[in-house]
């Protein structure tokens, strides 16, 4: 890991930060450096993956705790429709047959499920984000900058999925099965004495197919978002943009980016909830007995928790990032010396 983030430190996304510790100067027209030049976080340094990465923990941990009463209706749409079939229904029914604690069932394995996971989702992604950039070179970096959110947001979700596969499992046999314990310090001894580790990675590979896409979304369109705003939106400059301003600018990015997500990843999710309901199924098993239609119970739901969630991770990741003082790259803008030939080319 340390000649990873060694690698990492090689980014032309460091560019800006490295000049700033050498010059107090402007160096790149239009970016401001002087947060930089004043931070005592190293950008590409082991501290600053290790705060992104706490960032992340906050991020992902304390959202998706908030939202648990939501998640459980989701999650109990997909598997038993016939019963809860809506929202309101859902919370009616749930209230009617086992009282307002019930909405807070797996608190537990959320927070700590989704707190790991945000460590790796949002400090990998940091971390491969400069690894890619700088194996692409500063020029291509740019011209691809889609391509390598893309790839670094694939990448971190992978192992973010396999830290956090055993709370989901844990989560929803406890929103979803009235005979599973509701507690994490019993769900858990109970899935290892009846199935073994395995019975908490059942579902990893479809938990891979709903998150991986999801966090691509979630990553890359919230970064081209971010740059959109700036050059259409927003009436001034991001260097100019007060700190406030700017994690406005995050906060309508992060949602606009997690209507998105949720649609893209929603079938994925639905057959997550009902493997981890059905003991002995599989992934395909699920969806063929779902049906096409079946895959989407629930996408009105999970659009307003994703949405909501997502902008609210990305605005507390960011706050973070302010409250430490960790180096916030401004919107990519195209290099001089890709200006130069793209000039070149033109006479």
């Given at each position: 890991m340390n000649s990873l983030w060694e690698a990492s430190k090689l980014s032309p996304f460091s560019t800006p930060f490295k000049k700033a510790e050498c010059?107090?100067?402007?160096?790149?027209?239009?970016?401001?450096?002087?947060?930089?030049?004043?931070?005592?976080?190293?950008?590409?340094?082991?501290?600053?993956?290790?705060?992104?990465?706490?960032?992340?923990?906050?991020?992902?941990?304390?959202?998706?705790?908030?939202?648990?009463?939501?998640d459980l209706v989701k999650c109990r749409i997909q598997v038993n429709p016939e019963k809860y079939r809506s929202i309101v229904r859902g919370f009616k029914v749930t209230v009617a047959e086992e009282g307002a604690k019930a909405l807070v069932k797996g608190w537990a394995p959320t927070f700590v499920g989704y707190s790991v996971?945000?460590?790796?989702?949002?400090?990998?992604?940091?971390?491969?984000?400069?690894?890619?950039?700088?194996?692409?070179g500063e020029e291509n970096a740019y011209m691809w900058r889609t391509s390598l959110y893309l790839a670094a947001s694939a990448s971190a979700e992978f192992f973010a999925d396999i830290a956090y596969c055993p709370m989901e499992a844990i989560k929803v046999r406890i929103q979803t099965q009235p005979d599973f314990p509701s507690t994490l310090r019993k769900g858990a001894p109970l899935i290892y004495s009846q199935e073994g580790l395995s019975g908490f990675y059942k579902g990893l590979v479809p938990l891979w197919l709903r998150q991986i896409p999801y966090t691509m979304m979630k990553f890359a369109c919230f970064e081209r978002t971010v740059e959109a705003l700036y050059k259409f939106v927003?009436?001034?400059?991001?260097?100019?943009?007060?700190?406030?301003?700017q994690l406005i600018v995050t906060f309508t990015a992060g949602y606009i980016a997690g209507v998105f997500c949720a649609i893209v990843?929603?079938?994925?999710?639905?057959?997550?909830?009902k493997l981890n309901q059905d003991k002995g199924s599989?992934?395909?098993?699920?969806?063929?007995?779902?049906?096409?239609?079946?895959?989407?119970?629930?996408?009105?739901?999970?659009?307003?928790?994703?949405?909501?969630?997502?902008?609210?991770?990305?605005?507390?990741?960011?706050?973070?990032?302010?409250?430490?003082?960790?180096?916030?790259?401004?919107?990519?803008?195209?290099?001089?010396?890709?200006?130069?030939?793209?000039?070149?080319?033109?006479k």
């Open positions: 010059e107090s100067a402007s160096l790149v027209p239009g970016r401001s450096i002087a947060a930089a030049a004043s931070s005592e976080v190293v950008f590409g340094s082991s501290k600053y993956y290790g705060l992104c990465a706490f960032g992340g923990l906050l991020s992902c941990g304390i959202t998706h705790t908030l939202v648990v009463p939501l996971q945000g460590i790796c989702k949002f400090g990998f992604y940091e971390v491969f984000k400069s690894l890619y950039s700088d194996l692409l927003v009436p001034k400059p991001r260097e100019k943009c007060s700190k406030g301003e990843s929603h079938p994925a999710d639905t057959v997550v909830s599989t992934a395909i098993g699920v969806a063929k007995k779902l049906g096409f239609a079946a895959l989407w119970k629930g996408l009105t739901p999970r659009i307003i928790m994703i949405g909501t969630l997502t902008a609210a991770q990305w605005f507390i990741y960011d706050a973070v990032k302010v409250a430490l003082g960790l180096p916030r790259p401004p919107p990519p803008q195209m290099p001089e010396s890709l200006k130069a030939k793209l000039e070149a080319a033109q």
